[in-house]
């Protein structure tokens, strides 16, 4: 069992970032309704990402590591980012190989990390 569950934290968090996607929508930071949940999906992935800090100074004993953590803050940071240019069609052309210039940077640091086990 955790030592400091933050499942209700993160929720809190998720709300937060979501009023604040609403808010910059409201005061038309923001072109499309859309841009709503990509906006989210960055600030909750910089949210799992200071998760991931929390975590190398507290490891768990039974639970997922930091660095599984932080890659999956860098994943849904990435995501709400190229979803955020797609619907903006800013740099269409280069949406793809950037996720995937991101997600194979994190397999091989994992595989690096897995080797040197």
């Known amino acids: 069992m955790p030592k400091r569950p933050v499942g209700v934290l993160s929720l809190g968090i998720l709300i937060l970032a979501l009023a604040v996607s609403a808010a910059a929508f409201a005061a038309n930071m923001l072109v499309d309704i859309s841009e709503i949940f990509s906006l989210t999906l960055v600030l909750f992935g910089f949210w799992i990402m200071v998760l991931a800090e929390l975590r ?62």
């Open 56 to 117: 190398t100074a507290n490891p768990e004993e039974y639970g997922g590591g930091a660095f599984n953590t932080f890659s999956g803050g860098i994943l849904l940071t990435t995501l709400g980012a190229v979803w955020f240019l797609f619907i903006r069609a800013l740099f269409v052309e280069y949406l793809l190989p950037a996720l995937l210039l991101v997600i194979g940077i994190l397999v091989a640091v994992a595989g690096i990390r897995a080797w040197r086990k």
